[in-house]
Nanobody, 115 residues
Framework: VQLVESGGGLVQPGESLRLSCVAS????????MSWYRQAPGKARELVAS????????NYADSVKGRFTISRDNPKNTVYLQMNSLKAEETAVYYC?????????WGQGTQVTVSS
């Protein structure tokens, strides 16, 4: 599977962005999908994940109540709605697909939160 993220950009603190990740190939609905982020000089961290059918979600404590992960299986797409963004959330955001013990990563999209 190949993953292509989009939707990043420059926003001010408190604003919103919606990231998208489109997967190529078949069987998208069999993958667990996740969003990660990596800030300069820091380790990559899990932001949110969603089960293959979209029934179960999981969030990092730091984003609970502000971020929402969702997926549209017929469109092979997973989304990350990010509200009330903070400056410290400036990072490259990556999409990951997981199935049968294997992980596939996108190239990332830059999110910059700055006034």
């Amino acid at each position: 599977v190949q993953l292509v993220e989009s939707g990043g950009g420059l926003v001010q603190p408190g604003e919103s962005l919606r990231l998208s990740c489109v997967a190529s190939g078949s069987a998208f609905s069999s993958y667990v999908m996740s969003w990660y982020r990596q800030a300069p000089g820091k380790a990559r961290e899990l932001v949110a994940s969603i089960s293959s059918a979209g029934i179960s979600t999981n969030y990092a404590d730091s984003v609970k109540g502000r971020f929402t992960i969702s997926r549209d299986n017929p469109k092979n797409t997973v989304y990350l709605q990010m509200n009330s963004l903070k400056a410290e959330e400036t990072a490259v955001y990556y999409c990951k697909a997981s199935r049968w013990g294997k992980d596939y990563w996108g190239q990332g999209t830059q999110v910059t939160v700055s006034s």
